[in-house]
Every structure is written in C-alpha cells, then in structure tokens.
C-alpha cells in the first residue's frame, strides 16, 4: 500500500488504492512517460492552433478571441473534475483535458505576447522543460530523495497556495484582489511571491515522479498510466502560467 502524499490535486494519498482484479494489464513507467509524451503533444497541437487563431484576431480586429481561452479552461476544469472522480475515465479523458487546455494555453500565451513582449511565450515555454529536464534528473540520480517531511512540506505548501488563489478569485468579484498576484504589480514582494510559488510548483513534480514510480511498482491498472499522465500534465500547466506571470512582472519593471 502506498502511503505517501502529493501536492498535485490530481494525485492524493489513496490514488493508487485500488481493485487490481478487473485490470487489464498493469501500470508500467515506460506506459505512463509514452502517455505523458501523446498528452503533450495534443496539448502543443491545439496549443499552436489556437494561439495562431489568437495572434490572427489581434492583428484584424485588434482584440483576442477569448473563446478558446474561456472553452479551454472552462471545459477543462470539468474534464479534469470527471478524470479525479473516474479514473477509469482517464484514457478518454487526459486527452481531450490535453486538447481543451492547449487551447486555453495558446490563447493566453498570444494575449502575452501581444501585451508585453513577442518572445515571452517562448521563454516560459523553454524555462518550464529546463526545469522539468532538471528535476528529472535531480530525481533519478537521488540528489533529490523525497522522504515524508519533504512531501509534507510541499503539500502544505501547495494547499497554502491554493487558499491564496482561492482568496483572490473571491476577491475579484468586488473588483479587487491579493496585490502580490497582480499581473502589473512589479514589487519586489509580488515578484517575491511568483518566484516561491514557482519553486513550490516545480517541487511538486519531484512529488509526481514519486508518485509515478511507486504506482508502476504496485502493480495498479494499466489505465492509470493516462491518470499519471494527467497528474504530471496538471502540474506542468500550473508551472508553465507561473512562468508567464513572472515574466510579465519582470517586463513591467523597466
């Protein structure tokens, strides 16, 4: 049984707690990275074809197209609440969250390129692999091992991030919201609170890998190797926007 904990809202202490009679096949760690590697591809696709899209409204009519942004996130968020609850779901499921989420992300990334600067899409793009490269091997080499207090740590962490962003969006329906998480609000606390935020989510995919590696050696059914997927994907999306929020703030100091 495995009694470990993530930060990942997809991936909890009892993910892996299952029937193992009914499945056909079991988890592997070569199955999840081929699944992670088809999900981000969809996501690249609808990504670019959506941010094209984007760029192409900016440029006639002067405003974004926010239909894929808000469809994206929107049913994406509901894909990802059926994925949570059904994992038996996750091989349909993971790729269309894959597909609606690319066409969120590539519509936010043009409304950000357009609005700071051209190029700032493709560093966030370049900084979230570096740090993925990075902590994978950081990982798999055991500079970094994850024991209990370490994952308390981060889920603690994460949660306490969750419950800022969860303040803010209250906040936002009175016109307002928390002055570190505004996009315009180059501070060195605001740029402060970007940078933690980053490393918390960056952590979180250590979290992952072991979450990943310790359910492919439980012998778990073969199709939660899309719902591994989908927890790496969850996190690496989070990352990405962080990214792009602390580029943003950075532009708006010169």
């Known amino acids: 049984m495995i009694s470990f904990r993530s930060g990942n809202p997809a991936l909890g202490s009892k993910t892996f ?4 009679d009914t499945a056909k096949g079991v988890m592997t760690l070569q199955g999840t990275v081929n699944k992670t590697t088809i999900s981000l591809f969809i996501l690249l696709v609808t990504a670019f074809y959506s941010y094209t899209n984007t760029i192409n409204s900016l440029t006639t009519l002067g405003v ?7 469809g994206g996130f929107i049913g994406g968020f509901i894909v990802a609440l059926a994925t949570i609850f059904k994992k038996e779901w996750s091989p349909y499921t993971v790729p269309l969250y894959a597909a609606l989420e690319g066409l969120a992300l590539g519509g936010v990334s043009a409304v950000f390129n357009e609005r700071y600067y051209d190029g700032i899409a493709g560093q966030a793009i370049l900084l979230t692999v570096g740090i993925f490269v990075a902590l994978l091997f950081a990982y798999k ?114």
């Open 17 to 20: 707690q299952m029937n193992q």
């Open 141 to 254: 080499s055991r500079i970094i091992q994850p024991n209990e207090n370490f994952k308390l740590g981060i889920f603690a962490a994460t949660a306490g991030i969750g419950i800022a962003y969860l303040i803010n969006f209250i906040m936002s329906f009175w016109g307002s919201g928390l002055s570190v998480m505004n996009i315009d609000n180059a501070s060195p606390m605001s740029i402060g609170f970007s940078v933690v935020v980053i490393i918390i989510a960056s952590l979180n995919l250590v979290l992952d890998f072991d979450f990943i590696e310790q359910g492919s050696e439980a012998g778990i059914p073969k199709y939660m190797e899309w719902y591994g997927a989908f927890g790496l994907l969850v996190t690496l999306i989070w990352l990405y926007l962080e990214i792009l929020r602390l580029l943003a703030k950075l532009q708006s100091r010169r």
């Open 64 to 70: 974004a197209n926010k239909g894929y942004m808000l």
